[in-house]
């Protein structure tokens, strides 16, 4: 491997694992704010975990409170599993750039474009919820505010995702075909 090819990777590997503790941190902070205003203080709503304002909601109905909270902690956490994954690769180095084309790397594919998916998923439930609630005539706060901001790009990304899937299944069929030839 070339020395700027090792540098990028090592660039990637630097920011996939800040991204990933960034991500976490923001799951935390959506799992703690969320127990903490249900169980101990119910003005957290008024301040949660990024400054936005939920109290509106939590007076209006606690149960469309959890379901929303419930909802950005699943995005918040699939996006941590996604990077943790990202961070996994690298860390077990498993992109051998001899033979690229390898059933790890099919399955770590897989693996994003599904969790890719379940992110779009999540997301757009949540700013259908959020728009739901805004037609009811809630005072609520922006659907980005929300972390549910790209819903169709996640599932824009997990088609890509699962066509590259296609075709690096594709490539190591040619592979091994190459391999037994020889």
Not at 71 to 87: D, H, Q, R, T, W
Request: charged residues 10%.
């Amino acid at each position: 491997m070339s020395r700027k090819t090792n540098f990028v990777f090592k660039v990637v590997q630097v920011v996939s694992w800040i991204i990933f503790v960034g991500l976490c941190i923001q799951a935390g902070g959506f799992i703690f704010n969320t127990v903490f205003t249900l169980l101990l203080n119910p003005a957290g709503a008024s301040k949660f975990w990024t400054e936005v304002d939920l109290a509106a909601l939590y007076h209006f109905n606690q149960s469309h409170y959890v379901t929303l909270t419930v909802l950005m902690c699943i995005v918040a956490v699939l996006k941590a599993v996604l990077f943790y994954n990202i961070v996994l690769v690298f860390h077990n180095k498993k992109i051998n750039l001899e033979q690229p084309f390898n059933d790890s790397l099919k399955k770590f594919i897989d693996l994003v474009a599904t969790i890719s998916f379940g992110i779009g998923l999540f997301s757009l439930w949540g700013a259908g919820f959020t728009q739901n609630l805004i037609a009811d005539g809630l005072q609520m706060p922006n659907v980005a505010d929300l972390s549910f901001g790209g819903g169709d790009v996640w599932w824009f990304t997990s088609v890509i995702l699962l066509v590259i899937g296609q075709i690096i299944k594709k490539g190591i069929e040619m592979q091994q075909e190459n391999e037994l030839t020889i």
